[in-house]
């Protein structure tokens, strides 16, 4: 397990390095430093093509929320951070609206430097209401991907898509694409990380784990073509970091592809977005 500090010094070279104005090489880091740098590196570089990342938070037991659905506390004081250091990586940060209701997040960097990516929430039949505290914030763009005739407010951006009874997440995420992002977080929750990691789009998957056990209440991950045997499991490239209240478990999905032929090597999934 690699320990990581992410110092101040650190932190300023990622940001710069999104810029394009820094470089990953770092001659005199302290081998803390440089686990920082391994695993913040790979997601800052500048790339031409899209990276799409998703971060999930669980208990030891694997569960996101009790099931009074209160998840406001899952992850620790550094596991935040993390998150909030992914915000910052990020040009754009997915929500589905299932999260955006019952959750109320801001979406916002807050517990690392950083400016406040993209809002995009995936809300097909226009439940997100005008007055979450997401489309208030006017410090960065705001964006519904819906399929109804919903009005937003100001400045807030509507992108149509046509649907069935989902969005198929290969379509999200050419819809960013156009609207110009190249580095895309998807924070959840479970069921949205789950249908983009099975349409084959992730890049990389974080898992935080934080120490405590809930016992009862919704998964962190649960696909639509599970796996008849452990041999036929997904066993990505993992990375297993200390974050200090959390561990972090990296998973390098090899540009998405090694996830796009699991899953198509499995069942018949439904490669589509059931908003959550």
């Not at 995936?122 to 208030?136: E, F, H, T, V, Y």
């Not at 400045?155 to 046509?162: A, F, K, M, P, Q």
């Not at 694409?177 to 990389?204: M, N, P, S, W």
């Amino acid at each position: 397990m690699q320990p990581i500090s992410v110092t101040e010094v650190i932190w300023k070279r990622m940001l710069a390095v999104k810029s394009g104005k820094s470089r990953l090489k770092c001659v005199d880091c302290l081998p803390e430093e440089r686990g920082a740098l391994e695993l913040y590196g790979a997601l800052a570089e500048p790339s031409n093509s899209m990276q799409i990342f998703a971060q999930i938070g669980q208990s030891i037991d694997g569960r996101v929320a009790t099931v009074s659905e209160d998840s406001r506390d899952v992850s620790g004081r550094d596991g935040l951070a993390h998150l909030h250091r992914l915000r910052a990586l990020a040009d754009a940060v997915v929500i589905g609206v299932k999260t955006a209701v019952q959750d109320s997040p801001q979406l916002t960097v807050r517990l690392a430097q950083g400016d406040n990516p993209a809002r995009v929430v995936i809300d097909p039949r226009g439940r997100l209401p005008n007055d979450a505290r997401l489309l208030q914030d006017e410090s960065a763009r705001r964006i519904v991907i819906q399929a109804c005739d919903v009005s937003r407010p100001a400045g807030v951006e509507v992108v149509r898509l046509e649907r069935g009874r989902w969005f198929a997440a290969q379509d999200v995420a050419a819809a960013l694409a156009d609207l110009g992002f190249r580095k895309v977080l998807v924070e959840g929750g479970g069921i949205t990380i789950a249908q983009f990691l099975e349409a084959g789009l992730l890049d990389r998957l974080h898992i935080a784990i934080a120490p405590l056990l809930i016992g009862s209440g919704p998964q962190g991950l649960s696909t639509t073509s599970p796996v008849p045997s452990l041999a036929q499991a997904l066993r990505p490239e993992t990375h297993v970091y200390n974050l200090g209240s959390d561990i972090l478990f990296d998973c390098v999905l090899a540009g998405g592809g090694q996830a796009a032929a699991h899953w198509a090597d499995t069942a018949d999934p439904i490669r589509a977005y059931a908003a959550g």
